[in-house]
């Protein structure tokens, strides 16, 4: 029974076309992100939704479209792929009551984006 | 602006002695740090945190310190087990505003049987 499941865990595909990644919690929290984990291991913050409404977006370019349906799921769609994209994107959730972060992230496995 | 620094890329440590990873930060706002661990192929996993009005919290084998003057705090594992082996991130957050979860660039803990 995962908490936070996203899906599909690997994805290979090519230059310039579009794909999605899905990410569901089923531990009621009501903050979701997404972070993109690059070659050199680093951990960025892309997106975050509260309740769904969208709270952080970092500079990303906006090929990247998180779309978040109500507060347990938030997909992340990529336009017109480039080779740069590749990574390993990992959605995760927390619990924001009032505006104030009260614990910690729950990670999802991570969804590898291969583009070729 | 890397915000949040974990200058070690890599540490090796004899099973049954102490692991201290550390981490130190930029950012004052700061006031809530996390540290995670991460298997290959696995998402983070949640070890410990610690608020900053304290400065030590202890789990288990597990102890994270705070230094806030020095924006600096530290895991420490003892004993260190083989199955500790993996890469540990440390965390940070300001507990109010939009403000998100900022981490490091990870250290490589091996812990050598």
């Known amino acids: 029974d995962t908490a936070v499941s996203q899906t599909p865990k690997y994805l290979v595909t090519q230059m310039g076309n579009d794909k999605s990644i899905k990410c569901e919690q089923n531990?009621?929290?009501?903050?979701m992100y997404w972070y993109k984990q690059d070659s050199k291991k680093f951990l960025k913050i892309m997106f975050s939704?509260?309740?769904?409404?969208?709270?952080i977006n970092e500079t990303v370019p906006n090929r990247f479209s998180p779309k978040s349906p109500d507060k347990a799921h938030l997909n992340l769609h990529i336009n017109s792929l480039e080779l740069g994209d590749s990574a390993v994107y990992f959605c995760?959730?927390?619990?924001?009551?009032?505006?104030?972060?009260?614990?910690?992230?729950?990670f999802g496995e991570g969804s590898r984006l291969t583009v070729l | 602006d890397q915000q949040v620094k974990q200058n070690s890329p890599s540490l090796s440590v004899q099973e049954g002695r102490i692991s201290i990873l550390n981490c130190d930060y930029t950012?004052?706002?700061?006031?809530?740090f996390l540290w995670y661990k991460k298997y290959p192929a696995e998402g983070p996993t949640f070890l410990i945190s610690?608020?900053?009005?304290?400065d030590k919290n202890e789990d288990g084998r597990f102890t994270v310190f705070l230094n806030k003057s020095a924006k600096h705090l530290s895991l420490h594992i003892v004993p260190s087990q083989p199955g500790d082996s993996a890469v540990y991130f440390c965390?940070?957050?300001?507990?109010?505003?939009?403000?998100?979860?900022?981490f490091g660039t990870g250290t490589r803990l091996k812990v050598l049987a």
């Open positions: 995760a959730s927390s619990l924001r009551q009032l505006g104030i972060n009260t614990g910690e992230l729950f």
């Open positions: 531990l009621g929290h009501d903050t």
């Open positions: 939704y509260n309740n769904k409404e969208l709270i």
């Open positions: 950012n004052s706002m700061f006031d809530y």
């Open positions: 610690i608020s900053s009005i304290k």
């Open positions: 965390a940070a957050s300001g507990t109010s505003g939009t403000y998100k979860y900022i």
